[in-house]
């Protein structure tokens, strides 16, 4: 059974930085390419950040380029979203999603606000 397990969210203030991380288990996680997802509340879900298999090829949104970064740890399952300079308009429930069979995690809070 696959699953996807979000950690990392909170409350931080403008300027801050937070380490998004999600655990992955159930398939090949090596094999897969792995994205990071927002959907703020009123919104549609949003790609924010894409790591390629096995090159580690990041692409990001324009909005969040230079600021965040996309990582993985094929020995632990897991990737990574560091999260630094942190906006206001970045609040929303994060998601990772793989794209080996399409699954997706259940999503952390993140909340920017003083």
């Known amino acids: 059974q696959v699953h996807l397990v979000e950690s990392g969210g909170g409350l931080v203030q403008p300027g801050g930085s937070l380490k998004l991380s999600c655990a992955a288990s159930g398939f090949t996680f090596r094999s897969a390419a792995m994205s990071w997802y927002r959907q703020a509340p009123g919104k549609e879900r949003e790609l924010v950040a894409f790591?390629?298999?096995?090159?580690?090829?990041?692409n990001y949104a324009d909005s969040v380029k230079g600021r965040f970064t996309i990582s993985r740890d094929n020995a632990k399952n897991t990737v990574y979203l560091q999260m630094n300079s942190l906006k206001p308009e970045d609040t929303a429930v994060y998601y990772c999603?793989?794209?080996?069979?399409?699954?997706w995690g259940q999503g952390t809070q993140v909340t920017v606000s003083s």
């Open positions: 999603r793989s794209h080996l069979g399409d699954y």
């Open positions: 790591i390629t298999n096995h090159s580690g090829v990041t």
